[in-house]
């Protein structure tokens, strides 16, 4: 049966019209008129309108969940299909089919077998789980099948069909963009080569001044600085041959806070949440509002995905932010010295399982060999060439669900915590508000139950045991803090303890921008919506406060040098917001990688990128010369090149040229 309905704002409700889904296009109508646009959606069991708003927000109601999501497949293909295509292909390392330059990518991705995962989980997904990727897939098909997408006929090609294995695949695909812990382990390993385990421990660790965990409890100490037995940079005289780049430190950034009841002026909890991603066009999310009888959800979806990734359903309020947990262990693996088909195992050794795929299409295409192992597909090549196997956590069985639907139905906060930490997806934090004035915090998504931790590729030999997916009633909850506040900006959490020091405690960001939140919402007991918003758009930068103070603390105001007197200048006269007028915080941004470039040269060039800004600027705090990156351990000395050099690699020289005034805000154009 083929149903819709078509949109009377004068009688707000749906009047049924057979075979279509009626679109009131707000926002492309004449005042007071109404544009709707009646397209078919096949299967359809009762009316459903999607309404847009002034910006193009769509309100989608339906008369039950199944006609919701189809509603909901089908608006997200008219607006975003490009966008969902090529998130389930670049996942399933099939870019190269709609784009041919995407063939490289296809080379990294493909060996993963993520399409196979995806099969395998939506397999073993519950009934109703599977029901509603069915439902969607239908309300995306049903678009594709009236056209298809101006993209596609600009390519000449056919858009493939959706399949309820592909909402998987975006997902995966997010758990991939979301997991930097392998990057990682290769970035470190050169360091931990390079020094002794406890310099190494320092130099890649985080933790510092503005740590600060989701409730505010302790954190383990900050490694301490190295001794000058165990690192000496005045001994270390680097040569030209080994300089490295310099190498900026990204670090995932999205933020959220939640406030209990005590702390508003209304009575009311209250979570702000946001998730930064790399920018794209169109941005990631896209805002929806779902309506059907007894429920409601508004927030941000993702395309590819029913319901929504994050919002409200009128009971509960959650927000995200990346956990940046250990979820991967890259292995040294040895071929068989007799037989190179074969690897190394304990006891003897075994065959290297391999597929030959093509990617790309004709005549573009190539044929790409995988090779894999016990542990997982070899991705690369380690020190000395030998092959490297990743070990990952969504290669494990149960690692990928859609219980994140759950939270669309959570009444109470301990019923969406519940829902959270079941969930098998990208581990995230997730800070819920619920009506009745309350707020806690979980883990939600999949962990590894692992042995222990591996910061750096690890030898076959010495690989830490895996048992599968830690189990949801291992994860901790933090529920109705005495403070009223819980704050996370992708910093370690909480204490690592038990199974989570096998994950936690490696990977993590500074803890700046839950250190910051918390010191602001601290201040008052009667917040509201408007002004938590406007915390949300605070700029100032701790972080960067402790690297203007030191470096300013260290560098002459004047010097035979103008362009870096200048820039000195402005770094002391500013007052640590960082907005898009001031040059400040750039110069301070390309002193922290010319520090890093500088010391990278004394230890070792392969080291720059192992090596944490919070240990950087605590080497410059310190004063200690045996860290100071200069022959005659002068800090002074250090500093006042690193300024020098990050006034010529900026701006700050061309104002200085135009005869700008120091401190112009034309100074950071």
């Known amino acids: 049966m083929w149903l819709g309905a078509a949109y009377d704002p004068r009688m707000r409700c749906a009047a049924p019209l057979t075979s279509l889904l009626a679109l009131w296009l707000a926002s492309a109508a004449p005042a007071n008129e109404v544009a709707t646009t009646k397209a078919a959606l096949p299967t359809l069991a009762s009316p459903a309108t999607i309404v847009l708003d002034g910006s193009d ?18 608006i997200h293909a008219r607006e975003r299909f490009l966008q969902m295509d090529l998130a389930r292909r670049q996942a399933a390392g099939e870019l190269g089919q709609v784009v041919p330059a995407g063939v490289a990518m296809d080379r990294r991705t493909r060996p993963l077998g993520l399409r196979a995962v995806a099969e395998r989980a939506l397999a073993a997904m519950p009934a109703d789980q599977r029901e509603l990727l069915d439902r969607y897939a239908e309300g995306v098909n049903a678009q594709l099948a009236a056209g298809a997408p101006l993209e596609y006929r600009m390519l000449r090609q056919e858009p493939a069909r959706w ?3 592909d909402t998987l695949l975006v997902e995966l695909g997010m758990a991939l963009f979301l997991d930097s812990s392998a990057e990682a382990d290769r970035s470190r390993t050169g360091l931990a080569q390079t020094v002794e385990p406890s310099v190494a421990r320092f130099l890649m660790s985080s933790a510092g001044a503005l740590s600060m965990s ?6 383990p100490a900050a490694p301490s600085l190295p001794s000058a037995r165990e690192l000496d940079l005045r001994t270390r005289a680097p040569r030209a041959a080994d300089s490295p780049t310099a190498p900026p430190e990204a670090k995932p950034g999205s933020n959220a806070f939640a406030v209990a009841a005590a702390r508003t002026k209304h009575g009311r909890a209250i979570v702000g949440n946001d998730m930064h ?3 794209t ?17 508004d927030g ?10 994050q919002g409200t359903n009128g009971s509960v309020a959650w927000a995200f932010t990346n956990l940046t947990a250990d979820l991967a262990d890259l292995i040294l693996v040895e071929p068989d010295p007799k037989d190179a088909t074969r690897y190394l195992i304990e006891g003897g050794s075994e065959p290297f399982a391999v597929e030959e795929v093509r990617i790309g299409t004709p005549p573009r295409d190539e044929l790409l060999t995988i090779r894999s192992t016990r542990w997982g597909p070899i991705v690369g090549e380690g020190p000395g060439g030998a092959p490297v196997a990743l070990r990952w956590t969504f290669h494990e069985k149960g690692a990928i669900d859609c219980g994140l639907f759950g939270l669309a139905f959570a009444g109470t906060l301990d019923a969406a915590l519940d829902a959270a930490r079941d969930w098998r997806g990208p581990p995230q934090n997730i800070l819920v508000a619920s009506k009745d004035g309350r707020i806690g915090w979980t883990i939600a998504g999949s962990l590894p139950d692992r042995a222990r931790p591996t910061p750096t590729i690890v030898p076959w030999r010495q690989a830490p045991e895996w048992r599968g997916i830690l189990p949801p009633a291992r994860k901790p909850r933090i529920v109705d803090p005495a403070s009223g506040i ?15 020091s096998s994950v936690l405690g490696n990977d993590e960001a500074s803890g700046d921008r839950a250190f910051r939140l918390r010191r602001i919402l601290e201040t008052r007991s009667d917040w509201t919506e408007a002004e938590l918003h406007a915390v949300q758009l605070d700029t100032y930068s701790p972080r960067l406060v402790r690297w203007r103070d030191a470096l300013v603390g260290l560098v002459p105001a004047e010097s035979d040098d103008a362009t870096t007197d200048r820039a000195r200048s402005l770094i002391a006269g500013w007052d640590g917001f960082v907005d898009a007028d001031e040059s400040a915080p750039e110069i301070i941004d390309a002193c922290r990688r010319e520090l890093r470039k500088a010391v990278a040269a004394c230890i070792g060039s392969d080291a720059a990128s192992g090596i944490s800004d919070e240990a950087l600027l605590r080497m410059l705090e310190s004063g200690e010369a045996h860290l100071a990156p200069a022959a005659d351990g002068s800090w002074r000395t250090a500093a006042s090149r690193v300024v020098a050099a990050a006034a010529r690699s900026t701006k700050v ?6 005869g700008k005034p120091e401190g112009s805000r034309d100074d950071a154009r």
């Open 653 to 658: 020289e061309q104002a200085a040229a135009r």
């Open 57 to 74: 927000i769509p309100t989608i109601e339906a008369e039950n969940i199944a006609d919701l999501v189809r509603a909901e497949g089908w």
């Open 214 to 219: 989701i409730d505010g409890s302790a954190l």
């Open 163 to 165: 399949r309820a294995e």
């Open 300 to 309: 941000l979806s993702l395309p590819g995905v029913p319901l929504i990734i």
């Open 277 to 279: 991603l790399a920018l």
């Open 281 to 297: 066009a169109p941005g990631i999310w896209y805002r929806v509002s779902l309506r059907w009888p007894g429920h409601q959800l």
């Open 486 to 500: 819980l704050t996370s900006g992708n910093q370690l959490a909480v204490d690592p303890t038990g199974a989570l």
